[in-house]
């Protein structure tokens, strides 16, 4: 390791400084204003200081990546599932996978428990948990051709807690993609702006493959530049579209937005990654990164207040009108995506480490990767915050409790004691050209006020409505790119998963397993979603309730691997990196699970819902969110399926984290009767960067490796053309 220098120390110094005096401000603040800047400060500061120093840390030191040794991606290059990829392409795909709705709408909900509980677990989280889950993943599934978490929980741990983890990793899956897909469909249904815009997308990424593929191979600056080119183009002509003759084709139902999703996804998880899913996710990655960069340059231009309370009332009482439950562990469950989520590890051992260059990377698409996904949901609290607390509880708390005027809607949150008048309702509503902006659950509309609400003093308040619409696009874009990339990561499991019975299936690009799993996994949560779509109360919206659990339930199945692994491959005193996060997890996930089969508040309890509704039933009333008889009986099906639902998840959990430490203490006992099921060592001959920007040591390597490249082509050529057959 070298030493420090003085201008580095003093910089870092500063780095720290910043980040300090952030945390500094949000914790000591008392009833006075506090600007976000502060906010967005602590988590720079923090961010650069935890990259620099514990990912290097964790990189070199703990998992001692080798820069000598192929990758599946060089070994196994097939063109379809396995090619190495340039690591800025891979960041944007991986970054783009991985942040799909969790880090935009979690937050936002979370809000109502205060600022400072999510800016903590965010911060926190993700440094010490989420980004270290998610490198440590992709370093291992790396090592072993890229298997996925429940593959290598069979492999790794054995059949028993392996079966459980690859039925759990499954279920929870389906369960992630059909959420996905529905906040989609929600957010592009009669909206022909957004479904031009994010279609163009399509054709643009297909371009951008065939240019880094075919015609210019390498020059990742030109098609970048040329990619960011006609994104632009085709965001600003969407709103064209939909204010020309073409609106109407570009308007879709719902029911059409499945079938086209459903198709998508199909085609997205069989076309090869260098075609369409990673050129499409590393180009929506720079519409990602530039808003949120252009947000948090807005807070420091603006310094806007924070208007939310730093804790609110609802985070020690546990009756918030958004969600139902205490601080703990509910704030842990709401808040996933962004500071730890389950869902990561899918494509940390799906997609990405199937095209990763080097093992060097890992820290950058990793770690990295994870720490821009948390800025985006700093930025989200931020624009949930600095709006009026008011109007954020009108828009996300439920019709049933707000009503449905703004005059109800004004008595409802003066009785959460907070005041809006029912005017400035209204004047919110027409500032962004809504009829409505009343019981707008689910985050993504609050992000979007937010979001207008910083921009438009940047740009002035005419653009307010311009920048509302535009901000319902961007997370209908940052939330596809998850479900292409998901869908893909379900059919490498379900193919790991049958190759165990039938061989054929482990080669993951054989033709007929790759085109039955891809569509076995798209029907299972098209079906969801279909159904989801048609009925208010089924489908997809039935399993809803559980989504924030199974994607911490996955987390605690990643960490308890990625902790057997590091016991098994002889580092066992850095076990405490994944074992830490691992027990916070587990006791926050299961207490919630316990609380949501066990708990007697039907608001929380599934149970308990099931009992008061089939109470009502029987003394013929009608409860909300039900209209009628019918609603019900699917209310009481629905509480029946969730809770048994959860209690399954969590006793498989349990399950794999028995089986990993009766592993991890077999192998302490007796460290030569377990071994690891790694790829054998194969010296690379690629030679690449291992962060954004090459050192002068990497730069220097490289120039060997093309003239030793061009010195082997002219030997062959002096020697002619029968000299290869002879030998």
Same mark, same amino acid.
């Given at each position: 390791?070298?030493?420090?220098?003085p201008?580095?120390?003093?910089?870092?110094?500063?780095?720290?400084?910043?980040?300090?005096?952030?945390?500094?401000?949000?914790?000591l603040?008392?009833? !006075?204003?506090?600007?976000?800047?502060?906010m967005?400060?602590?988590?720079l500061?923090?961010?650069?200081?935890?990259?620099?120093?514990?990912?290097?840390?964790?990189?070199?030191?703990?998992?001692?990546?080798d820069?000598?040794?192929a990758? *599946?991606? !060089?070994?196994?290059?097939?063109?379809i599932?396995?090619? *190495?990829?340039?690591?800025?392409?891979?960041?944007g795909?991986?970054f783009?996978?991985?942040?799909?709705?969790?880090p935009?709408?979690?937050?936002? @909900?979370a809000?109502?428990?205060g600022?400072?509980?999510?800016?903590?677990?965010?911060?926190? #989280?993700?440094?010490l948990?989420?980004?270290v889950q998610?490198?440590?993943?992709?370093?291992?599934s790396?090592r072993?051709?890229g298997?996925s978490?429940g593959q290598?929980?069979?492999?790794?741990?054995?059949?028993?807690?392996?079966?459980a983890?690859?039925?759990?990793?499954?279920?929870?899956?389906i369960i992630?993609?059909g959420?996905?897909?529905l906040?989609?469909?929600?957010? +592009?249904? !009669?909206?022909p702006w957004?479904?031009?815009?994010?279609?163009?997308?399509?054709?643009?990424?297909?371009?951008?493959?065939?240019?880094l593929?075919v015609?210019r191979?390498?020059?990742?600056?030109e098609?970048?530049?040329?990619?960011?080119?006609l994104?632009l183009?085709?965001l600003?002509?969407?709103?064209?579209v939909a204010? %020309?003759?073409l609106?109407?084709?570009f308007?879709?139902? *719902? %029911?059409?937005?499945?079938?086209?999703?459903?198709?998508?996804?199909?085609?997205?998880?069989?076309?090869?990654?260098?075609?369409?899913?990673?050129?499409?996710?590393?180009?929506?990655?720079?519409?990602?990164?530039?808003?949120? +960069?252009?947000?948090?340059?807005?807070v420091?231009?603006?310094?806007?207040t924070?208007k939310?309370?730093?804790?609110?009332?609802?985070?020690?009482?546990g009756?918030g *009108?958004v969600?139902?439950?205490?601080?703990?562990?509910?704030?842990f469950?709401?808040?996933?995506c962004?500071?730890l989520?389950?869902?990561?590890? @899918?494509?940390?051992s799906g997609?990405?480490? &199937?095209?990763?260059?080097?093992?060097?990377?890992?820290r950058?698409?990793?770690?990295?990767?994870?720490l821009?996904?948390?800025?985006?949901?700093?930025?989200?609290?931020?624009a949930?915050s600095?709006?009026d607390?008011g109007?954020?509880f009108?828009?996300?708390?439920?019709a049933?409790?707000v009503?449905?005027?703004?005059q109800?809607a %004004?008595?409802?949150?003066?009785?959460?004691?907070?005041?809006?008048s029912p005017?400035?309702?209204?004047?919110?509503a027409k500032d962004?050209?809504?009829?409505?902006?009343?019981?707008?659950?689910?985050?993504a509309?609050?992000?979007a006020?937010?979001?207008?609400?910083i921009?438009s &003093?940047v740009?002035?308040?005419?653009?307010r409505a311009?920048?509302?619409?535009?901000?319902?696009?961007?997370?209908?874009?940052?939330?596809?790119?998850a479900?292409?990339?998901?869908?893909?990561v #379900?059919?490498?499991?379900?193919?790991?998963m049958l190759?165990?019975?039938?061989?054929?299936? &482990?080669?993951?690009?054989?033709?007929?397993?790759?085109? +039955?799993t891809?569509?076995?996994?798209? #029907?299972?949560?098209?079906?969801f979603?279909?159904?989801?779509?048609?009925?208010?109360?089924?489908?997809i919206?039935?399993?809803?309730?559980?989504?924030?659990?199974a994607?911490?339930l @996955?987390a605690?199945?990643a960490l308890?691997?990625?902790?057997t692994?590091?016991?098994?491959s002889?580092r066992?005193?850095?076990?405490w990196i994944?074992g830490?996060p691992?027990?916070?997890?587990?006791?926050?996930?299961l207490?919630?699970s316990?609380?949501?089969?066990?708990?007697?508040?039907?608001?929380?309890g599934f149970?308990?819902?099931?009992a008061?509704?089939?109470?009502?039933?029987?003394?013929g009333?009608?409860?909300?969110p039900?209209?009628?008889?019918d609603?019900?009986h699917?209310?009481?099906?629905?509480?029946?399926?969730?809770?048994v639902?959860s209690?399954?998840?969590?006793?498989l959990?349990?399950?794999?984290?028995?089986?990993?430490?009766?592993?991890?203490?077999?192998?302490?006992?007796?460290?030569?009767a377990?071994?690891l099921?790694?790829?054998?060592?194969?010296?690379s001959?690629?030679?690449?960067?291992?962060?954004?920007?090459?050192t002068?040591? !990497?730069?220097?390597?490289?120039?060997?490796?093309?003239?030793?490249?061009?010195?082997s082509?002219?030997q062959?050529?002096?020697?002619?053309?029968?000299?290869?057959?002879?030998s």
């Amino acid at each position: 390791m070298r030493r420090a220098n003085p201008r580095s120390i003093v910089i870092w110094s500063l780095v720290a400084l910043v980040g300090a005096a952030g945390w500094t401000v949000l914790a000591l603040a008392r009833d !006075e204003e506090v600007s976000a800047a502060w906010m967005v400060a602590a988590a720079l500061g923090s961010y650069a200081v935890a990259y620099r120093f514990y990912s290097k840390f964790i990189a070199y030191r703990v998992l001692k990546v080798d820069k000598k040794r192929a990758t *599946p991606a !060089e070994r196994l290059d097939n063109g379809i599932d396995f090619h *190495p990829t340039d690591r800025r392409v891979l960041l944007g795909h991986h970054f783009a996978a991985i942040a799909g709705a969790g880090p935009l709408v979690g937050p936002v @909900l979370a809000a109502q428990m205060g600022y400072l509980p999510g800016t903590i677990w965010i911060i926190v #989280g993700v440094i010490l948990a989420g980004a270290v889950q998610d490198m440590v993943v992709l370093f291992f599934s790396t090592r072993r051709d890229g298997k996925s978490l429940g593959q290598m929980a069979r492999e790794e741990i054995g059949p028993f807690g392996g079966a459980a983890a690859l039925l759990a990793t499954f279920a929870i899956m389906i369960i992630l993609l059909g959420v996905l897909a529905l906040v989609i469909v929600n957010a +592009l249904a !009669e909206s022909p702006w957004g479904t031009f815009s994010i279609a163009m997308t399509i054709p643009i990424a297909l371009l951008m493959g065939f240019y880094l593929r075919v015609l210019r191979p390498g020059r990742v600056s030109e098609v970048s530049l040329i990619g960011v080119a006609l994104l632009l183009l085709a965001l600003v002509s969407g709103r064209w579209v939909a204010e %020309s003759s073409l609106a109407d084709t570009f308007t879709l139902a *719902p %029911s059409t937005l499945v079938i086209w999703l459903v198709a998508y996804g199909f085609i997205a998880s069989i076309l090869p990654v260098w075609m369409l899913l990673a050129p499409r996710d590393y180009l929506s990655t720079f519409m990602k990164i530039g808003t949120i +960069l252009l947000l948090a340059l807005g807070v420091v231009i603006t310094l806007p207040t924070l208007k939310m309370d730093p804790v609110t009332d609802f985070a020690s009482r546990g009756d918030g *009108p958004v969600f139902a439950g205490s601080l703990f562990p509910f704030v842990f469950i709401t808040i996933a995506c962004g500071a730890l989520s389950g869902f990561h590890v @899918l494509i940390s051992s799906g997609t990405t480490p &199937k095209m990763i260059q080097k093992e060097t990377q890992v820290r950058m698409i990793g770690y990295g990767s994870m720490l821009m996904e948390s800025s985006v949901a700093v930025m989200a609290l931020v624009a949930a915050s600095v709006i009026d607390p008011g109007l954020y509880f009108a828009m996300n708390a439920p019709a049933g409790v707000v009503g449905q005027t703004v005059q109800e809607a %004004s008595k409802a949150v003066a009785g959460f004691g907070y005041s809006i008048s029912p005017a400035d309702l209204a004047q919110a509503a027409k500032d962004v050209e809504e009829s409505s902006l009343l019981s707008r659950t689910g985050g993504a509309p609050t992000l979007a006020v937010g979001v207008s609400e910083i921009f438009s &003093k940047v740009t002035g308040g005419s653009l307010r409505a311009f920048w509302y619409h535009f901000a319902i696009m961007f997370e209908a874009l940052f939330i596809l790119t998850a479900l292409d990339a998901g869908t893909r990561v #379900g059919r490498f499991m379900l193919q790991d998963m049958l190759g165990n019975v039938y061989k054929p299936f &482990k080669n993951l690009s054989w033709k007929p397993g790759l085109l +039955l799993t891809s569509a076995a996994v798209t #029907g299972l949560w098209g079906y969801f979603l279909w159904v989801g779509v048609h009925e208010p109360l089924g489908g997809i919206n039935q399993l809803f309730p559980v989504f924030g659990i199974a994607n911490q339930l @996955l987390a605690a199945v990643a960490l308890a691997v990625c902790t057997t692994l590091l016991v098994k491959s002889g580092r066992l005193k850095w076990a405490w990196i994944t074992g830490i996060p691992l027990a916070w997890d587990a006791t926050v996930t299961l207490t919630a699970s316990w609380q949501k089969v066990f708990s007697s508040d039907p608001r929380v309890g599934f149970f308990q819902q099931r009992a008061n509704y089939q109470d009502a039933i029987d003394e013929g009333k009608v409860l909300p969110p039900a209209k009628s008889m019918d609603d019900m009986h699917t209310v009481v099906t629905n509480s029946t399926v969730d809770g048994v639902l959860s209690a399954a998840l969590a006793l498989l959990v349990v399950i794999v984290i028995l089986d990993a430490a009766r592993v991890c203490i077999k192998h302490v006992r007796a460290p030569g009767a377990t071994r690891l099921k790694e790829a054998p060592y194969v010296e690379s001959k690629l030679t690449a960067p291992a962060g954004l920007f090459a050192t002068s040591e !990497e730069k220097r390597e490289a120039r060997e490796a093309q003239e030793a490249q061009e010195a082997s082509r002219e030997q062959r050529a002096a020697a002619g053309p029968g000299a290869g057959a002879s030998s």
